[in-house]
């Protein structure tokens, strides 16, 4: 039976009192993180996986887009990228931040309210046209100002640690301490999540006031998802592994001026693709992902055992592949740039990145953090997750394999097997979903039993 960290603080923390103090913050804290969880797995399911895989229907019996709304569509990625990625960000986000003024009141629970109810309208503008001229930009409107709360609130924290790096610098005579290369880059991709929502939220005004459809024009579109793909997602997911996977994979500390280097190529290539040189961009990031991997030493040789007590052993073995499709798909990146006719090879690019990259290293990864941070000791099923990533693997492998051949006209078959594509990955997200689900409903929770420790 593991010891999570949480527990290790709230048992060896100060007096009788102090000890109670953390358990109640503690406590507060993961209980809002699992409602964000909550939200992320409610709109990965629904809006998100279901919806794609209705998408993925339509598409393969029309055997091109023309029979799907580009609002269907838009509204499939939106629940994806900002409903299940985003929500999970900033759930991780509230939860990281120490207990200040601005996160110890209603903030928190004031920022989950608008960014749920913004979600959901935009859902029902861009899958149901439900009222979207009022709807559409309202819920750009909600989403934009939840990210400034969120914003808001992280600020006080570097203010308040600003603080006290100044008064132990004027004590100690020490230099101010730098911020690490892993949260400069969370702090990048932070910025591009901001960037996206407010361009969003200004689109959605326009098309609102004069637009025909709610759905993106399809020019600017393939330059916002630049942005929200290797703008957003990809530094993301670097940060994190720089920050946690050497201690997982039991590999050596990260190359920090190597990941640096990572994600200025990126920042760079990102720019250049909203600019509209794609092929200039394609490069440069494919340069960044493979950067990145030899940063954070993904295909290194291990020093120490992989950190695998309470999941599945596939572990390491998962996080790298899943490296292996964040370069896969910059370079199918670079194919699409060249040849790319009707959209399958920017297709199969964009569901390597977004599913094989992303997608499983949350799923990968989750079952590792999401547990201790929602105050449970351990994952429900380590052989449910195996299930999962094993599905969600195979679906990718096919949906990247088969898009461009089918899309490009080069193999007829392969529309016959992309809604079995769509079907290993919505196992995969149910799966996922049930994990969870099952973890927190049923998981032995730490606080029942710190309750009763001796406060002595």
Known sequence: MTTTLIEADLVHSGTAAERRALFAVERRKSLLFRLWIATGIFFMVLPGTILGFTNLLVITAHH??????PAWIQAHGHSQVFGWIGSFVLGIGFYSQPQTRANRGRLPITCWALWATGLTLHWLAGAYMWQWRLTLPLSGALELVAILLFLYAASQHKL???????????????????????????LVSNAALFAAIAV???????????GLTPARPHGFDQRYLVLLSWG????????????????????????GRALQVAVLLDVLGVVLGMAGLTLAATVLLAAAAVVSAIAIRVFSAPESPAKTIGIHSSFPVFLRV?????????????????????GGIWGGSRH?????????MVMTVGPRILPHFAGVRNLWSPRLMFATLLFLLGGCTLRVSMEPLAYEGIAQFAWKLLPISGCLELSAVLLFALQLIMTFARGQSIF????GVDQN
């Open 64 to 69: 091109g887009l023309g029979g799907l709304s």
């Open 160 to 186: 308040l640690e600003q603080a006290g790096e100044n008064a132990a610098s004027k004590a100690k005579a020490r230099p101010k301490a730098r911020i690490e290369p892993w949260m400069q880059t969370v």
């Open 200 to 210: 969003n939220f200004v689109i959605e005004v326009r098309l609102a006031l004069a």
């Open 232 to 255: 957003f997602l990809a530094p993301l997911v670097w940060g994190f592994s720089a920050r946690w996977l050497p201690i997982f994979l039991g590999v050596k500390p990260v190359r």
């Open 322 to 342: 899943a490296y292996a499709w964040s370069i896969l798909a910059s370079l199918l990146g670079i194919w699409a740039a060249v040849a790319d006719v009707h």
């Open 352 to 360: 390597a990145l977004t599913v094989g990259f992303a997608a499983i």
């Open 448 to 451: 029942p039993e710190l309750a």
